[in-house]
């Protein structure tokens, strides 16, 4: 049986303390039966390699490439920070405080 990190008390790239986290896979799912990713990657570490994140950065993650891009090259906590767009994104939502949504990323009342 796998075991995955335990859900720490911040997001593990703002660092902010929140106390709902979203798991983000840093190997994308979706790309875990492709053969380029079983060929560079154990099933084990494609599944445990993971980062908790809040929900603002998780969003951040996934506007600033596509899910290949993520899991062959941005597949580390450092090497996500590497993007610039979502390095400076963190540096803003690191001061704001817990509960906080960025404008223009609110979720829609329905």
């Given at each position: ?93 690191r001061d704001k ?9 609110r979720r829609s009342?329905?």
């Amino acid at each position: 049986m796998l075991k995955l990190p335990p859900q720490p008390d911040s997001c593990e790239l703002c660092r902010r303390p929140v106390a709902r986290l979203t798991r983000h896979h840093l190997i994308p799912r979706r790309l875990h039966s492709k053969r380029r990713f079983l060929k560079l990657f154990s099933r084990e570490d494609m599944i445990t390699r993971t980062l908790w994140v809040c929900r603002p950065c998780h969003n951040a993650i996934h506007r600033t490439c596509s899910e290949y891009e993520l899991g062959l090259t941005f597949n580390s906590r450092e090497k996500l920070l590497e993007l610039e767009e979502l390095r400076v994104f963190v540096e803003w939502l690191r001061d704001k405080p817990e509960g906080f949504v960025p404008k223009g990323h609110r979720r829609s009342q329905n």
